[in-house]
């Protein structure tokens, strides 16, 4: 029977709508690492590094099959239902508004305070992921998050999908500072929602972890700033050749796509490169300033 990590993965094929759309956004954001596409542990494992061929060895499978393992991809998914309960105009919705031309440029967290709720409550779960998944102090699990590829693909989808998209032009003129002072109207609710979906708490150490992910979203913003429109640019040229459509998609299309399980695709990665740290197999150590830009 294979480990929860590996159940996950293979709900996905390289060619479904969810992997092709992280692809083309990876490959177009600066300082996303080369995205690669697997489907099992030993993907994971070779993707970081770890080993080329083989048995995997059995403290990864060990390690896959833990309750944090299993909770990280179950929160991962609650992520995905939280954006469709929500109906925000968010993530993937945003990159697919190009195709009817409808690009969101005024959008702004004021007009539209459900989408400030919604990414305040992705904030706070990559936080709650970081906090759980890692040990030692906030900033070391912070670093630990951003050691690992897929780790760096879900703050940079945060950051972009997310945050950026929904109110672009805003952002490219304005940053972080804009950003973060807009997802302040969206604090208190973000945090309720959190708790609903998930039945946890923002305990104190979840706020450090979300102080500290807010820092690395800020320098990672900055990093990403000055390219997000050729980045905008490149998703309207290329996103009509993966739908496979030549005409303009309709609103309701735009919004449905924010059901695609993006989330659970990142969470399942994610959970794959912790299993293969947790397992014992030695990655380099993220403290300072790791292959992301950003320094801790």
């Given at each position: 029977?294979?480990?929860?990590?590996?159940?996950?993965?293979?709900?996905?094929?390289?060619?479904?709508?969810?992997?092709?759309?992280?692809?083309?956004?990876?490959?177009?954001?600066?300082?996303?690492?080369?995205?690669?596409?697997?489907?099992?542990?030993?993907?994971?494992?070779?993707?970081?590094?770890?080993?080329?061929?083989?048995?995997?060895?059995?403290?990864?499978?060990?390690?896959?099959?833990?309750?944090?393992?299993?909770?990280?991809?179950?929160?991962?998914?609650?992520?995905?239902?939280?954006?469709?309960?929500?109906?925000?105009?968010?993530?993937?919705?945003?990159?697919?508004?190009?195709?009817?031309?409808?690009?969101?440029?005024?959008?702004?967290?004021?007009?539209?305070?459900?989408?400030?709720?919604?990414?305040?409550?992705?904030?706070?779960?990559?936080?709650?992921?970081?906090?759980?998944?890692?040990?030692?102090?906030?900033?070391?699990?912070?670093?630990?998050?951003?050691?690992?590829?897929?780790?760096?693909?879900?703050?940079?989808?945060?950051?972009?999908?997310?945050?950026?998209?929904?109110?672009?032009?805003?952002?490219?003129?304005?940053?972080?500072?804009?950003?973060?002072?807009?997802?302040?109207?969206?604090?208190?609710?973000?945090?309720?929602?959190?708790?609903?979906?998930?039945?946890?708490?923002?305990?104190?150490?979840?706020?450090g972890s979300f102080n500290?992910?807010?820092?690395?979203?800020?320098?990672?913003?900055?990093?990403?700033?000055?390219?997000?429109?050729?980045?905008?640019?490149?998703?309207?040229?290329?996103?009509?050749?993966?739908l496979n459509v030549t005409?303009?998609?309709?609103?309701?299309?735009?919004?449905?796509?924010?059901?695609?399980?993006?989330?659970?695709?990142?969470?399942?990665?994610?959970?794959a490169e912790a299993s293969?740290?947790?397992?014992?197999?030695?990655?380099?150590?993220?403290?300072?300033?790791?292959?992301?830009?950003?320094?801790?």
């Open positions: 029977m294979n480990d929860p990590v590996t159940v996950n993965l293979e709900q996905f094929q390289e060619q479904d709508y969810t992997v092709r759309i992280c692809r083309l956004l990876f490959e177009n954001v600066p300082k996303a690492p080369p995205f690669v596409f697997y489907r099992d542990l030993k993907g994971a494992a070779q993707r970081l590094g770890s080993m080329e061929s083989g048995e995997l060895p059995s403290s990864i499978v060990e390690a896959a099959n833990s309750e944090m393992i299993k909770r990280t991809i179950w929160v991962a998914d609650k992520l995905d239902v939280a954006d469709a309960a929500l109906v925000a105009y968010t993530g993937v919705s945003n990159v697919f508004s190009w195709l009817s031309g409808r690009r969101p440029g005024g959008h702004t967290f004021e007009s539209d305070r459900q989408q400030a709720i919604d990414a305040v409550l992705k904030v706070i779960g990559v936080s709650y992921l970081t906090t759980k998944l890692f040990e030692g102090s906030i900033r070391e699990r912070t670093a630990q998050l951003l050691s690992l590829p897929a780790g760096r693909e879900m703050v940079l989808y945060l950051c972009v999908a997310e945050i950026a998209l929904p109110s672009l032009d805003n952002v490219i003129a304005g940053g972080w500072e804009y950003a973060s002072r807009h997802l302040q109207s969206g604090m208190a609710d973000g945090v309720s929602r959190f708790g609903q979906i998930t039945g946890e708490r923002t305990t104190e150490e979840l706020k500290e992910m807010n820092k690395v979203l800020g320098q990672t913003m900055s990093n990403v700033q000055g390219r997000l429109g050729p980045v905008a640019d490149r998703l309207t040229s290329a996103m009509p050749a993966i005409d303009s998609v309709t609103g309701l299309l735009a919004s449905s796509l924010d059901t695609l399980p993006i989330w659970r695709f990142l969470g399942a990665r994610l959970a293969v740290q947790r397992g014992g197999l030695a990655l380099p150590s993220a403290m300072g300033v790791d292959p992301f830009g950003v320094t801790l």
